[in-house]
């Protein structure tokens, strides 16, 4: 396995002849288990009242990780190609000692706490200067490619940025060398005043659906005041509980619509890594903010999602927005096909 730069997209792609990972174990490596210790975690978090065992969440090395965390990139040129190793991080934050208890089940103590397992491990991975960037994601439901039966999610530590969140810092800093503000402040604004894409607002937080989607019922959840990093903000809010809260209501909402999502938490890069430290970087607190986009999985009978390079979404966001605020908000077995024609 190894990165390879495509030269069109400047966008780097893991190759590889795709061999059988291990072995799926009888029974689960992360279920706490009496007199028994399990794999040593990278981190771990204690639990609270909800839980009477001696941890929360646990950080664990992916049994098959993509990228390792040893040596150097070593980045090379196979004549006008690029090339390097898989140097980084992949990492399985088990969210709960609860076998089958995902974050809409969950109390938002217990969201809280892995939203702050999240925080602090990519804080962690940050003071490493090989990794230009940290992604905490969610694959939920087979279609998803969850791998993992327990419940949990997954951290990549890259030494590079990944294609789209180039894309959305440069755009990012455009908005705001034209217009002097941020423009997730102007998207939050604006879906503020029309309330027509408004899943749930909090105080502090809000969840919604964008007016582009790029799927049926994609939504975005984002704070309400300016802040480009996510860790750095949670690691010292005092907000972090209201944000769980609205996360656990809203993924509750869609997992009556649909069987699988994606989760990925869009933060800064490391400002720090070797090759993020220039001027492009200046206005970075300013012009960006932290949010988590949140991508459904609909059933096969619709047509595809990209037509010719081009995001095929046959929902409204507005249609999509109405139908997450109608789903409760209390997680149930999900009960009914999606509105979806």
Known sequence: MELRKDPLTRSWILVGDLESGPAQPAECPYCPR??????????????????????????????????????????????MYDRMRTVGAHEIIIENPDHNRPLWVASD??????MLTWARRIEDLKRDPRFRYICVFKNYGAEAGEEIAH????????????????????????????????????????????????IEQTPNFLALCPFAPRVPYEFWLLPRYHHASYEGD?????????????????????????????????????TTARLTQDAKW???HDDYHWHFEVLPLVPKRVKSYSIK?????????????????????????????SDIR
């Open 34 to 79: 009496p007199g028994e210790a399990g794999p040593p975690p990278i981190f771990s978090m204690p639990a609270g009242d909800w839980n009477h065992d001696q941890w929360g969440t646990r950080v664990f090395a992916h049994p098959d990780p993509l990228y390792r965390i040893e040596g150097d990139a070593q980045r090379a040129g196979v004549g």
């Open 109 to 114: 103590e217990e969201v809280e706490r892995v």
């Open 151 to 198: 419940t949990h999610s997954e951290l990549t530590a890259t030494t590079f940025i990944p294609r789209r969140l180039v894309y959305e810092l440069r755009a990012c800093r455009d908005y705001y060398q034209m217009k002097e503000r941020c423009v997730f402040c102007d998207v939050l604004r604006q879906e503020e005043k029309q309330e027509t894409r408004l």
């Open 234 to 270: 949670v690691l010292r809010s005092p907000l972090v509980r209201e944000a769980a809260g609205l996360l656990r209501r809203s993924l509750a909402r869609l997992v009556r619509l649909t069987d699988a999502f994606h989760l990925v938490l869009h933060t800064i890069p490391n």
């Open 282 to 284: 200046v206005t970075l």
């Open 309 to 337: 390079e081009v995001y095929f979404c046959p929902l409204s966001p507005e249609r999509a927005a109405a139908l997450l605020r109608e789903a409760p908000s209390t997680a149930q077995p999900r009960d009914a096909q």
